[in-house]
């Protein structure tokens, strides 16, 4: 095999431009499932009030409401409104309702007057503020009319947008089904991760690694396994994974050893080339392809370079496979350096900890004037699997940048906290 010396690395950039390209299209099943199970899926759906919110006047705090036509008059109190209470009255001239937080501001009161700013003596009341209209009322379809979108579909469901399917009286939504990926590791040296390896051999510690970033990204793993670095075998798993998945994610055996069967075993079951190769360190040998409908990524052994792109790149296909909207690539976000990093012609992307010890990250009523640190994580190449402990962001270099302490840098938050 001739190493292809002198072709130009494909660009990090265009290799999303050539993804999303291909994958545009994309248009997953549905399916119906309950709220409590919709955490980080993705909406096929539109959502929208089902009624005016609030469908009435009530109050924002505890206290009376009243007409502010009536100035500082004393008043006859006549009803009182808990949260809950159905509102029924009509306030006349020189009445009063007591009301508590929630609770229906009756027709013909205009605001609230809170508890702390009234006298009461029996059914009579004193103000000791001037009342102003809407005062303290939260009014009639402030929140929105009914039909008010207010999830489209297409969006990443989080924590808070659960809360808004819940408040739209939901108990099922329709979401996209999730990609279903088949996770192939490969290696004659590479042994269960819970076995204790000989010297020349290494645990399988990608596999597991692997499927859990798939899960944080929106996939379902619907199987994985390992294959020896035999052309048949790897062609028997490959050709099993392609009838069943939409991505078929394979670790090891696309770069130039003479054991990297996996492109030709790609070729010779009809898959077709997106690319192979990037200019990314670490991540340089990774491949890309497709077969109908089935992704196909052929991840570079060495756990650093799996990780990274697997989050690169990985991420974006499932998510997009997952019916997502999201852009790529993610806005990244800046922090200072802690310590010394450099880079030769390609980008690279290292394992770092956003350190918590900075002031103004910390103090809640203090603005955060300074960026926060950034620590890359002691690293001694793309197999050093040790370097993703404590890892929680991936600090991104320029091609041929040498930066020194306190440097502001650009790092993608990864998800764990
Ligand atoms: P390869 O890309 O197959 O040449 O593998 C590159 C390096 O990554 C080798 O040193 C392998 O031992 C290591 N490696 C490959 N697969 C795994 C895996 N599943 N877990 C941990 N290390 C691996
Ligand atoms: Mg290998």
């Not at 290696?187 to 645990?203: C, I, M, N, S, W």
């Not at 394979?250 to 030709?264: C, E, R, W």
């Not at 898959?271 to 109908?292: D, M, N, R, S, Y």
Request: proline share 7%; hydrophobic share 40%.
């Amino acid at each position: 095999m001739q190493p292809r010396q002198g072709k130009p690395l494909l660009p990090y950039a265009e290799a999303l431009q050539m993804l999303e390209a291909r994958l545009a299209p994309s248009n997953p099943k549905q399916e119906n499932i309950a709220l409590s199970q919709a955490h980080n899926r993705i909406l096929a759906q539109d959502v929208a009030l089902d009624r005016d919110e609030p469908p009435v006047a009530r109050s924002a705090m505890d206290g009376y409401a009243l007409r502010s036509a009536d100035g500082m008059e004393k008043r006859r109190v006549v009803a009182t409104y808990f949260a809950g209470t159905a509102g029924n009255q009509v306030l006349a001239a020189g009445q009063a309702a007591q009301v508590m937080t929630g609770g229906t501001v009756p027709d013909g009161a205009d605001c609230v007057v809170p508890v702390e700013r009234i006298r009461r003596e029996g059914d009579w009341l004193w103000i000791e503020e001037e009342p102003k209209p809407g005062r303290h009322v939260r009014q009639a379809g402030e929140m929105g009319r009914k039909g008010r979108v207010l999830l489209r579909s297409g969006h990443c469901l989080g924590t808070g947008d659960l809360g808004v399917l819940a408040g739209c009286g939901l108990s099922q939504v329709e979401v996209f089904r999730q990609p279903r990926v088949v996770v192939l590791s490969t290696g004659d040296e590479v042994v269960p991760h819970t076995t204790l390896p000989a010297a020349y051999q290494v645990r399988d510690s990608n596999r597991l690694l692997s499927c859990m970033q798939l899960q944080g990204f929106g996939a379902q793993v619907i199987h994985h396994q390992h294959v020896p670095d035999q052309p048949e075998l790897l062609e028997e798993a490959v050709g099993q994974a392609l009838a069943q998945a939409d991505l078929v994610l394979t670790i090891g055996g696309v770069s130039m050893g003479d054991k990297d069967f996996l492109p030709q075993v790609f070729r010779q079951l009809g898959v077709e080339t997106l690319f192979h190769k990037l200019a990314i360190q670490p991540g340089k040998p990774v491949w890309v392809g497709f077969h109908q409908q089935c992704w196909v990524m052929g991840l570079p052994g060495n756990p650093l370079s799996s990780f990274v792109v697997l989050e690169l790149l990985g991420r974006l296909v499932v998510h997009r496979l997952a019916g997502g909207k999201q852009r790529f690539p993610r806005p990244m976000c800046l922090a200072s350096l802690q310590g010394r990093v450099r880079s030769k012609a390609r980008p690279r992307f290292l394992p770092a900890r956003l350190l918590d010890s900075n002031p103004g990250w910390t103090a809640v009523d203090s603005v955060a004037t300074e960026l926060p640190s950034l620590q890359p994580c002691t690293e001694s190449g793309s197999g050093d699997w040790t370097s993703l402990a404590n890892a929680n962001a991936l600090l991104f270099l320029a091609p041929h940048q040498d930066l020194q302490a306190g440097a502001a840098v650009r790092y993608l938050p990864l998800s764990q906290p």
